[in-house]
């Protein structure tokens, strides 16, 4: 979808390169204090808007603003702010929409720190959180079914698609429309798509997040979150920011904003690497399935295609039974996957599976692991699992 006339690979070109400084690149700009002309100026200050203009370091400086106007523009928003992480971003979107006696509903796949918070901390306010399971959302009778979850006091519905580790699909428009109905916020962690392959905004989503760790960075050397907002909700959002102390660096901005440049073409890279590599899995004796909504057989494919523009490179893959020694033996012997946490970098990663389901029926009877496609040659990260499994065999068979 355009944005502002441009498509999204001119727009990340040419957005939030700050004009007054006759470079390419918006500097990394280091300050805690900021100086100001007069007793007027710094008076002045106190009324200005401290996330566009230079205030104090805490808000950002122009490294930091250059980025959020570039995520502004990408996201189709009215503002987005930055956040120390991913996981920020998700606990700040939350914190700027409950209070004391209000209900969450948060899909059952939803990222597993993000339980956390909810069932730990949100709890100490009074606030409760009820997990629905994310494939109502694409049922006929989906509407129903949303609006019988739907308290007087709830007050958000957190969706993540697809979900974290076991990739299930929600419809978000339908999500939304009951949501909205009730006048309840529709909060989205868009990581794993990012405002590159699915307009969560334009989908009827209020408040979107990401681990700008990820595919924004891409490089795996930054650790950052964004919050995207419609203008309803750029208030509460910035207050926590504000309020709770929350800072970025500059020099993590400049990074950030740097990735953005390439976000296009690195994600339609790990696309097409991911379904070259999903595809081959498919037909391996050792696989039971490949969890990946870009695959024509995976049950969210209908939705991904109708409401997303592309797959980034991650995706799960269930494993026919066996012995933890054989899938050692396979994890251990690849050579150009790494073992590790977090995505969105350029290399290529394999972690197992750990996760908490407590709403939807999580039927996996082998191992689940996590395939993130980096940008290698496709062709050598499937001789390298071609590899592991020739290793898992002789483990299975000792
Ligand atoms: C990694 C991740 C996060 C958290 O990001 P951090 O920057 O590591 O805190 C949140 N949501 C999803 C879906 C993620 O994969």
Redesign the pocket.
């Known amino acids: 979808m355009k944005k502002n006339g441009l498509n999204k690979d001119t727009l990340l070109t040419h957005t939030g390169r700050g004009a007054d400084w006759r470079l390419v690149n918006t500097p990394v700009a280091r300050a805690s204090t900021v100086l100001h002309a007069s007793l007027a100026d710094y008076e002045a200050s106190w009324h200005a808007d401290r996330f566009a203009g230079l205030s104090y370091g805490l808000h950002g400086t122009q490294t930091a603003f250059a980025l959020q106007d570039a995520l502004s523009e990408l996201e189709g928003c009215h503002r987005a702010i930055l956040v120390p ?6 606990t700040v979107a939350l914190l700027a929409c409950v209070k004391s006696g209000d209900h969450v509903l948060v899909a059952d796949c939803a ?1 597993g ?2 339980r956390k918070f909810c069932d730990e901390y949100l709890t100490r306010f009074g606030v409760t959180t009820t997990y629905f399971d994310p494939a109502l959302s694409m049922r006929a009778d989906a509407d129903a079914q949303l609006a019988a979850l739907m308290q007087p006091n709830t007050r958000v519905v957190f969706c ?1 698609a697809p979900g ?1 580790l076991t990739f299930e699909m929600q419809d978000i428009p339908a999500i939304a429309v009951v949501a909205h109905r009730h006048d309840v916020a529709v909060l989205m ?1 868009n ?2 798509a990012t405002p590159y392959f699915f307009d969560a905004l334009a989908h009827g989503v209020d408040i979107s ?1 990401q ?4 595919y924004f960075g891409g490089h795996s050397d930054i ?3 964004s919050i995207a907002t419609t203008e309803r909700w750029w208030r509460p959002v910035r207050d926590i920011v504000a309020d709770y102390g929350f800072a970025v660096s500059p020099d993590d901005c400049y990074l950030a904003l740097r990735g953005l440049r390439t976000l296009g073409v690195r994600l339609k890279a790990h696309q097409a690497g991911a379904m070259l590599v999903a595809r081959w899995l498919q037909q391996r004796p050792e696989v039971a399935r490949v969890l990946y909504p870009a695959l024509g057989s995976d049950p969210g494919h209908a939705i991904w295609r109708r409401d997303f523009t592309g797959a980034s490179g991650l995706f799960g893959v269930e494993l026919k039974a066996i012995s933890r020694t054989a899938l050692a033996a396979f994890v251990d012997s690849l050579k150009l996957f790494g073992i590790g946490a ?2 969105g970098g350029y290399e290529s990663l394999i972690v197992p599976a750990r996760f908490t389901r407590t709403a939807s029926a999580s039927a996996f009877s082998g191992p689940l692991i996590r395939l993130h496609i980096g940008l290698e040659d496709p062709q050598d990260l499937i001789a390298d699992l071609e590899r592991g499994f020739v290793e898992m065999g002789k483990a299975e068979a000792r």
């Open positions: 992480s991913g996981l920020a971003a998700i990222y720190p993000a993540e974290s962690d990581t794993w997040i681990a700008a760790t990820k650790i950052m979150g977090s995505w």
